[in-house]
Structures are given as structure tokens and as C-alpha cells.
């Protein structure tokens, strides 16, 4: 958990007070709309179908108690009582009030959080994976280094006009678990042949109308290198990408456009020449940065002790729930619990002020004070002692956060959709619950196993369909709301991009699809019991597109 | 279109000069890029401070040569979202060192200020009358910065390792 000191306590101070001032100014009329709307966008704040949403930034996904309460308390005093949960480990409040907006971000600031730049033309929140600093197969925590480039990118002179946002992830793994290659810019931990640990960079990657996959342009950047790269990389893209059509603004566009070769000539010539100035990280600096992440004081404990085990062989429900939920730490005798915010017919990633709360009770007691959020809209505690695991489990299941279908076709990404975007074509959310309740039953949703479902309300895809092992497009025909299937996208280590099935279905039909998907894949997989991204690997989309448009 | 220079309204000593009108000796002009760069060794022989307003759309490397020539650069916001010209700054500045006066133009207001100053502006044509007047105030609105750049204010991370730390407020 990092640590804010005196610098960040007191910019995010100045910024709330910018922001108080811009806010009076257009409630008096001496901004117009036009020339507000860019201020407010880099602060998070989104002018929606119904209200004024903020989108709060959650820096690598990383939250302390403290931090989750405030969020609770705004929820609760300037909101319905509830938060929802995004891809980007960012919350969003969906009823704010305009005038009430500079109070609320004071009270976000006195816990050290910010909508700063969770919108607008900038460099957005940095992610990472989930799980930094307690899985077992990183090199090391990848949050330092997002720190280091969230400061960096914060309030940039130069790169706050850009030609459109800009997404950076970090990871730290050969396990992708911060889906790296659809960001605009990612950076991987790795060792080279000589040991040293370095970076992969990779550029261009996004989804949207246009998807790409980022591309690798440095295989190794030595760490004392990575904000000057990272300059170089945004000034390239600052001067030379796109600005006459919104829809080629991204830098993937200009990856594409000039070759990931080209894009990386440029970007190597700019570099050179800032690369020994005053963005080298000295070893000083990161130490201090790395200094201000605390981390837990764990006991020496051992793995599976015997009052989990008894527990396990005791309770068929709490086994299911520890095989699906549950994680194994890179410390002996500990866990990472995942929690997930899909319960039946609920909303994807929606949680509400009185589970924030518990759940904050419940990670001071069993997770040192931490809470995790991840892209997938679920929740973590990163560091629970494993002989806690059943006593959390019946606390968990009285808030309504044990809910095992982590990882199952249940436990659907999904963006807020026409029900709230004013850039949405369909509904998302509703197509979320009719097919958590087709598959309510358990063992039907074990039987089909690890299955990701994405469903987006449009083309802008927040809702990352095409690396959904089942995605799904809301577009609108002729005044109604159809969908567009395609199978076998992911986000992992081995990103691809999904394939379309064939011509979209009504709303009515949607979860029907989806059923019919399912039915083939059990007739499908091998004898050994595939995962269903493998059988479509293995035999194609043509049999599942046979199942689905035979009776159609 | 008040002119803002260290700090106040200024009047401004330099006239634009179009790429047909004949220049008057001595007087400081601001030429367009595309006169500049055809009429190069007249203009840079003339008596009198030379300006060059040039387009957010061309490389600021083909300006470099002449740096040593001009005394100032206009550089072009055609609207207040459009940030190439920060770019061009902070090269201006930082890589090719010109040291002249860099003037911004165009859709310039005061929520950019702080920006500005940071990528190396030093001279700026203000949209609005009233934001000209809160200059000051909107210029001083951030005590702590997070990236080294040609104004030489010193970055968190490392004022963090030469232990200063600021007053809390």
C-alpha cells in the first residue's frame, strides 16, 4: 500500500481547490459547457444519461481501508448508496450532483484518491495486476513502477491535450493477468539473459471500433530508463497521431498506420536524446517510492493447516467456494481470496455502501487493513491467513460477497450500457442478469468451468468483448437493440482477439445464444475435459456457428 | 487580445506581418512559417527583432537551424484541446535550447496557464480579458510538480531524496 506524503497530500489539495474554482465558474456562467467540459472530463467527472458521474481512480487497484470507507461514505451521502466497480480499477458514482462535486473530491483527497485524469485526453489510471506484490510468479511488485509513472503523468505539462486518452498497464509476471496487450502502452517486468530485470515495452494495443493488439517495440528497457521511454513513446504520439477523426485518434491507429517498426524509429530518435537527462531514475528514487509501500508483517504460518482441511472435507459449499475463489500467496500459509460482485440478476461490479463497509471491518480483521480491485469488476483480499479462510468465508456469505462463481460464465464483465452511458446503442447490464439466472445452478456452471463472458453497449467497448472467451456487442438496427457474437478472445499472456459467428441476434435471443454455446461446447470438448477457449482453439468457431443459426 | 508577459498585460511590440505585405525596417515582426522558411536570409538580415509564427502541424526541427536568428516563436493552439504545440515548446526549450521569447496563440485561457509555463512559454495572447487578470493567481495554483522540464522547478521525486519537504497547508 503506498503511502501519500506532504508533495502528494498538498497537489491534491491545489487541485481540488483548481477544481472548486472551475466548477463555480461554470455554475456562474462565465464558463460555457463547451470550454467546461474538458476541465471536468480530467477530472472525472462525465456528464451522463441521467447525471453527473464520477469516475475515481483506484492507482494499481490497491485500496485501504480507510480509503474504501470514504468511498462507502460518498456513496452514501452524495450518492444511491452504492459504487460501481470498472474494468480499469477506477469506481464510478452515478447520481452526483454538480455542485456537490468539489466536496465530494475534498473528501476523496483527505484518503488520498482523485479523479484526476480518469477521463479527458490524457494519460488515465495506471493498472496492474490485481494481485501485485502477493502473487507467487511475479519478479516484484509492479506497483512501484506504476507509481513512478503515475507521478510522472500527473498534471503533465505536455501531455494533457493529447489526441485521446491513454491507457498504460504494468505487469510483473509471464501469468498476464493485467490484460497488458490491450492497453496503449504497456510495460512487463522482466530478467534478461544476464539476469538483469528490465522492461518489455509494448505500444498500440486497444479495442474499440478498431482492435488491436499491442506490439512489442523495446524487448528490454533497463529500469532507470522507463519515465524517459515513457516521454518519448507520448511525445512521438502527442505531435504525430491523429486529431481530424476521433475514431483514428488512439495511438494504435498510428502504430498501425506507420508500422510498429517505423512508430518504434521514431519514438528510439526521440529518446536518444532525453534518454541521460533529467528523467533517469536514480536508485535513490525508486527507493524512496518503493520505501513508501507498506507491506504486512506476516506470521509464520504454514500452508493447508489442519482446521482448513477438516473445513474443506466438512463443508461441500465452502470447498467449492476455496477451489473458485481462492489463491495461492507467494507467503506460506496465506491467500488471496477473490470476491465477487456477480451475484445473480445483480449488476456487474455494483456494490453498495453497506458492503464497503463490512467488507472494510472484515479486511482489517483478516487482511491487514488491504482490498484489491481487479479488471475483471471483482474484489480481492490480498493477504488472508489460510486457517481464517472458514471464518471469512460465513462473513463473506452474510454480506453477499461469497459468491463462488469466480472465473465461471456467471461472472460476467460487463459495462453500464444504455441503462447509463449516452454513448451506449444497448443494453448491457439486463443481458448480464438474464444470463446469470439461466445459469443460477452451481454444478452446471462447474461442469462448463473457467468461461469469461464480456459484454459491451457499443463499439467503444468498455466492456472488452472482443477478448471475452464469449463476447457481446450491443449495436442498434433500425431503431432496436441486437447483439453480435464472437468467441474465443483473451486477455491473458496469449491475448487474441475474438472472431464473430455470424449476423446479431435480438435482445430477446441473447441469452438463448449463450445456452446454445454451452450445450455445444459439452458436446465438443475432448475427452480430458478442455477448457472451452481450448476446444474453440482446437475446432474453430464453424461448429459453434452451426448450433447457433441452425434453428435460426 | 491582451498579450500577458511576466506576469502582466503587456502592450505588444511586435506586429504580424502577413506573407505578401512588404515589412517597415526595424520594426519586430512575426512572419508565417511558410515566408520565413522562403524568404529565410532577407528577413534574418533585417534590422529589428524577428519573429516566426509557426504551425502545430510541421516539424519544429526544420526551425532549429535558425534559432540563433529569431528572437521570438509564436506557436498555435487552434483550439484549447489541441496540445501539439506543448510538445514544440518543451523541444524548443529543452533540446534545442532557444532562449528567445516563445508566445502562445490561439485558444488560449487560463486553466492552460500552468501548463504553459511548464513546457516553456513565456509570452502569452490571452482569449479573454478576465483570465488575462487572474494570471497571476492561475500560474501559482500548483506548489508541487511532478516532472523536471526547462523551467527548472524541482520535481517531487527528487526533492523527496534531498529531503525538503513543503509546509503542509
Same mark, same amino acid.
Given at each position: 500500500m503506498y503511502i501519500y506524503d506532504a508533495f502528494d497530500r498538498r497537489l491534491l489539495a491545489e487541485r481540488v481547490l483548481e477544481f472548486r474554482d472551475q466548477v463555480s465558474r461554470r455554475l456562474s456562467g462565465e464558463l460555457s459547457e463547451e470550454e467546461f467540459k474538458p476541465l471536468r472530463l480530467m477530472n472525472g467527472v462525465y456528464l451522463q444519461l441521467h447525471a453527473y458521474m464520477l469516475r475515481i481512480a483506484i492507482p494499481y487497484g490497491t485500496l485501504s481501508t480507510l480509503q474504501l470507507r470514504k468511498l462507502a461514505e460518498i456513496a452514501r451521502k452524495y450518492d444511491r448508496g452504492y459504487g460501481h466497480f470498472t474494468t480499469r480499477q477506477n469506481i464510478q458514482f452515478h447520481w452526483i450532483k454538480l455542485a456537490e462535486l468539489p466536496d465530494a473530491m475534498a473528501e476523496l483527497a483527505s484518503v488520498g484518491m482523485h479523479g484526476m485524469?480518469?477521463?479527458?485526453n490524457n494519460v488515465r489510471n495506471i493498472t496492474t495486476d490485481q494481485w501485485a506484490g502477493v502473487a507467487?510468479?511475479?519478479?516484484?511488485?509492479?506497483r512501484i513502477w506504476a507509481e513512478l509513472i503515475r507521478q510522472h503523468v500527473t498534471l503533465h505539462p505536455e501531455f494533457s491535450f493529447m489526441p485521446r486518452k491513454f491507457k498504460i498497464a504494468v505487469g510483473a509476471s509471464? $501469468? *498476464?493477468?493485467?490484460?497488458?496487450?490491450?492497453?496503449?502502452m504497456a510495460l512487463r517486468l522482466h530478467r534478461n539473459a544476464a539476469g538483469e530485470t528490465g522492461f518489455e515495452v509494448m505500444v498500440g494495443g486497444g479495442l474499440g471500433r478498431t482492435p488491436y493488439l499491442a506490439q512489442t517495440i523495446k524487448p528490454f528497457l533497463p529500469k532507470r530508463d522507463a519515465l524517459s521511454y515513457v516521454e518519448a513513446v507520448l511525445r512521438t504520439y502527442n505531435q504525430?497521431?491523429? $486529431? *481530424?477523426n476521433i475514431w483514428k485518434a488512439r495511438i494504435k491507429i498510428l502504430v498501425h498506420d506507420l508500422g510498429a517498426e517505423a512508430f518504434a524509429k521514431e519514438v528510439e530518435g526521440e529518446w536518444q536524446s532525453i534518454?541521460?537527462?533529467?528523467l533517469v531514475l536514480e536508485p535513490a528514487m525508486v527507493a524512496d517510492i518503493a520505501g513508501r509501500f507498506r507491506y504486512p508483517d506476516y506470521k509464520k504460518l504454514d500452508d493447508s493447516p489442519p482446521e482448513l482441511v477438516a473445513a474443506r472435507r466438512n463443508d461441500r459449499v465452502f470447498d467449492a467456494w476455496l477451489s473458485n475463489c481462492v489463491t495461492n500467496h507467494k507467503v506460506p500459509g496465506y491467500a488471496i481470496v477473490t470476491l465477487s460482485?456477480?451475484?445473480?440478476g445483480g449488476t456487474p461490479g455494483d456494490c453498495t455502501a453497506a458492503q464497503m463497509d463490512k467488507l472494510a471491518d472484515l479486511a482489517d480483521r483478516y487482511s491487514f487493513g488491504e482490498v484489491r480491485v481487479g479488471h475483471e469488476q471483482n474484489l480481492a483480499l490480498?493477504?488472508?491467513?489460510q486457517r481464517d479462510l472458514p471464518a471469512l468465508w460465513r462473513e463473506l456469505d452474510a454480506i453477499g460477497l461469497?459468491?463462488?462463481?469466480?472465473?465461471?460464465?456467471?461472472?460476467i464483465i460487463s459495462c453500464p450500457g444504455l441503462d447509463y452511458c449516452?454513448?451506449?446503442?444497448?443494453?448491457s447490464i439486463p443481458i448480464a442478469q438474464e444470463i446469470t439466472r439461466r445459469f443460477h445452478d452451481l454444478d452446471r456452471q462447474r461442469n462448463l468451468g473457467r468461461l469469461h463472458i464480456n459484454i459491451s453497449?457499443?463499439?467503444?467497448a468498455c466492456g472488452h468483448h472482443h477478448v471475452g472467451h464469449i463476447g457481446i456487442l450491443g449495436v442498434e438496427k433500425n431503431g432496436e437493440e441486437f447483439y453480435q457474437i464472437t468467441l474465443g478472445g483473451k486477455a491473458d499472456e496469449n491475448a487474441t482477439l475474438g472472431t464473430l459467428i455470424g449476423p446479431a441476434v435480438p435482445y430477446a435471443q441473447v441469452a438463448d445464444v449463450v445456452e446454445d454455446i454451452a450445450a455445444a461446447y459439452l458436446d465438443l470438448r475432448d475427452q480430458a475435459g478442455e477448457l472451452f477457449i481450448d476446444t474453440v482453439k482446437r475446432i474453430g468457431i464453424e461448429p459453434f456457428r452451426e448450433r447457433v443459426y441452425a434453428a435460426r | 487580445m491582451p498579450l500577458v508577459e511576466n506576469g502582466q498585460i503587456v502592450q505588444d511590440r511586435y506586429r504580424y506581418a502577413g506573407d505578401e505585405e512588404p515589412i517597415p525596417g526595424r520594426v519586430p515582426v512575426i512572419v508565417p512559417a511558410q515566408r520565413f522558411l522562403t524568404d529565410t536570409d532577407a528577413l534574418i538580415r533585417r534590422d529589428g527583432s524577428l519573429g516566426v509564427l509557426w504551425p502545430?502541424?510541421?516539424?519544429i526541427a526544420e526551425l532549429a537551424p535558425w534559432l540563433g536568428h529569431l528572437a521570438l516563436v509564436a506557436l498555435q493552439f487552434?483550439?484549447?484541446?489541441?496540445?501539439r504545440a506543448y510538445s514544440q515548446a518543451r523541444l524548443l526549450r529543452e533540446t534545442y535550447g532557444f532562449r528567445g521569447t516563445l508566445r502562445a496563440t490561439g485558444d488560449?485561457?487560463?486553466?492552460q496557464f500552468h501548463f504553459l509555463i511548464r513546457a516553456g512559454f513565456d509570452s502569452f495572447e490571452v482569449k479573454k480579458p478576465a483570465d488575462a487578470t487572474a494570471f497571476v493567481q492561475a500560474a501559482s495554483?500548483?506548489?508541487?510538480?511532478y516532472q523536471p522540464t526547462a523551467d527548472g522547478r524541482v520535481p517531487a521525486l527528487r526533492r523527496r531524496v534531498q529531503r525538503a519537504a513543503p509546509s503542509e497547508s
Open positions: 485524469q480518469t477521463s479527458g507467487p510468479d511475479e519478479i516484484e511488485d509492479p509471464h $501469468r *498476464d493477468r493485467a490484460a497488458l496487450r490491450i492497453h496503449d504525430f497521431g491523429r $486529431r *481530424d534518454k541521460d537527462g533529467a460482485l456477480k451475484p445473480e490480498p493477504h488472508v491467513a461469497a459468491q463462488t462463481n469466480v472465473n465461471l460464465i456467471s461472472d449516452s454513448l451506449a446503442n444497448a443494453r453497449g457499443c463499439i467503444n | 502545430n502541424d510541421r516539424r487552434p483550439k484549447f484541446r489541441d496540445g488560449v485561457l487560463r486553466d495554483r500548483y506548489s508541487v510538480v
